[in-house]
């Protein structure tokens, strides 16, 4: 009876979260696809790690506009961050370790054409093994969270993302693995994704990845969408992973996770970061403060992306704009304009 409440809510947690995500879709979104990798993906055939993660002198996987921090102690058989994996295989393994790097959805996430996420006939995605995805290991006693950096070049704002159980972390949410012990009534285990602005601004977004509450076990066996529009326009996420078996070093319980398919959108009309854009020597734009400086002129009009006037502001020559929701922004007064982003 267990696993059958188990596996009926992780179903009902995908079909909602792939709609989510397929409603959000436009040509300005752009998906983590690590097939299109610019850091060079090989895998190794027994257990589908990628063959860099143990080499010492790879920090960090670049795809599309995604940095994905990477870090490894070779000597020591170690690696922290980020790895990527194409592992279909997530059957229990005794030896967890050697197979840490397989999920439980059975392979990566499968895009369409038109590069929107390709959903199955329940509203799930479809997985394959020729997709890779990441495994994040986020041991903050020891390594800190887990970080992917966006393109400085441009601004994008946050969409979501698909995360799933690492199945090392999820047999021992089931059996154990020492010092690891089963979850019993009321143990959890909680994903953080925060996100960090220009200003070093933090939202969180979390995440349960696992719970047994009122005498059953609910665990992430496939991949689940999290709405992440309200942490907004970001330039770094950290991750990081929270649970109720802890001990003399900090949580017990395995600090894996997999990751595929992170979504931003690409701000309308960005095409530098807004400290760039604050360049006019007649406005200026305040991050921290939030506030236009009209210089000369008294009598400014705010537009936003799309071309609507937003705001007026009149005899004052310095006033907020903090009440703008983020976004890019356009002022002009008299024969000078600035674009700022909020």
Excluded at 35 to 62: K, P, Q, R, V
Excluded at 249 to 261: A, E, I, M, Q, V
Excluded at 307 to 330: A, C, E, I, N, Q
Aim: hydrophobic share 35%; glycine share 8%; charged share 20%.
């Amino acid at each position: 009876m267990k696993l059958k409440t188990f596996y009926l809510t992780c179903a009902t947690l995908l079909a909602t979260g792939s709609i989510t995500a397929q409603n959000s879709s436009d040509s300005k979104i752009i998906y983590l696809d690590l097939a299109n990798a610019t850091t060079e993906l090989t895998f190794d055939s027994t257990n589908g790690m990628w063959e860099g993660t143990f080499d010492d002198d790879e920090t960090e996987i670049e795809s599309q506009v995604f940095s994905i921090s990477h870090g490894s102690w070779s000597e020591y058989n170690t690696w922290w961050g980020f790895t990527a994996s194409n592992s279909t295989d997530n059957k229990y393994q005794s030896n967890t370790l050697t197979y840490q790097y397989s999920n439980m959805a059975l392979g990566g996430i499968l895009l369409n054409e038109d590069g929107s996420i390709k959903l199955n006939e329940f509203g799930a995605p479809e997985t394959s093994k020729d997709m890779p995805y990441l495994v994040g290991f986020c041991d903050t006693s020891m390594f800190g969270p887990a970080e992917i950096t966006i393109d400085s070049d441009k601004v994008y704002e946050m969409v979501g993302a698909y995360v799933n159980l690492n199945s090392y972390t999820y047999y021992s949410i089931l059996y154990g693995a020492s010092p690891a012990r089963a979850f019993t009534q009321g143990d959890y285990l909680i994903l953080k994704i925060t996100g960090v602005d220009s200003d070093d601004n933090e939202k969180t977004v979390e995440v349960k990845l696992a719970s047994f509450d009122n005498g059953s076990l609910t665990a992430c066996n496939g991949w689940m969408y999290v709405d992440l529009e309200e942490l907004g326009i970001v330039e770094e996420l950290k991750f990081a992973i929270t649970g109720s078996d802890v001990g003399t070093y900090g949580l017990n319980t395995p600090s894996y996770f997999c990751l595929d398919k992170l979504a931003v959108r690409e701000v309308m009309g960005s095409s530098v970061k807004s400290e760039n854009l604050a360049s006019n020597n007649k406005i200026q734009y305040d991050h921290k403060t939030n506030t236009i400086d009209l210089g000369n002129e008294d009598f400014a009009i705010i537009y936003d992306s799309t071309g609507r006037v937003v705001m007026t502001s009149s005899d004052k020559k310095s006033f907020s704009v903090s009440h703008l929701h983020g976004g890019v922004y356009v002022v002009k007064a008299g024969n000078n304009r600035l674009k700022f982003v909020r």
